[in-house]
């Protein structure tokens, strides 16, 4: 029923940079939050940045001042702008759609995810 599907990802050098899209169907976006999250092997998923329906954001420590999360509801899009990359940035990077129902119970949609690798 809703489907959400990311882009931008690929190989970069550390210092470059990249702008990842997330491309969602359905009729929820613009009433769910969204967020990035990441997983590298051997480590457990974390939250990168989000985006709540008003539009207030928040960012893990590790990439305040580096990345921009932002959303465009007319588009249903939302998108993570990243800069001056790090290798530890390297992850499998996926778009999350959150909503809280009316009742209290919740729901939660992800996409397949991609690659961002950082090197020389």
């Known amino acids: 029923q809703v489907q959400l599907v990311e882009s931008g990802g690929g190989l970069v050098q550390p210092g470059g940079s990249l702008r990842l899209s997330c491309a969602s169907s359905g009729s929820i976006f613009s009433i769910s939050a969204m967020a990035w999250y990441r997983q590298a092997p051997g480590k457990q998923r974390e939250l990168v940045a989000g985006i709540t329906s008003g539009g207030r954001t928040n960012y893990a420590d590790s990439v305040k001042g580096r990345f921009t999360i932002s959303r465009d509801d007319a588009k249903k899009m939302g998108y993570l702008e990243m800069n001056s990359l790090k290798p530890e940035d390297t992850a499998v990077y996926y778009c999350?759609?959150?909503?809280?129902?009316?009742?209290?119970?919740?729901?939660?949609?992800w996409g397949q995810g991609t690659q961002v690798t950082v090197s020389s």
């Open positions: 999350n759609l959150h909503r809280t129902r009316p009742w209290g119970d919740s729901e939660d949609y």
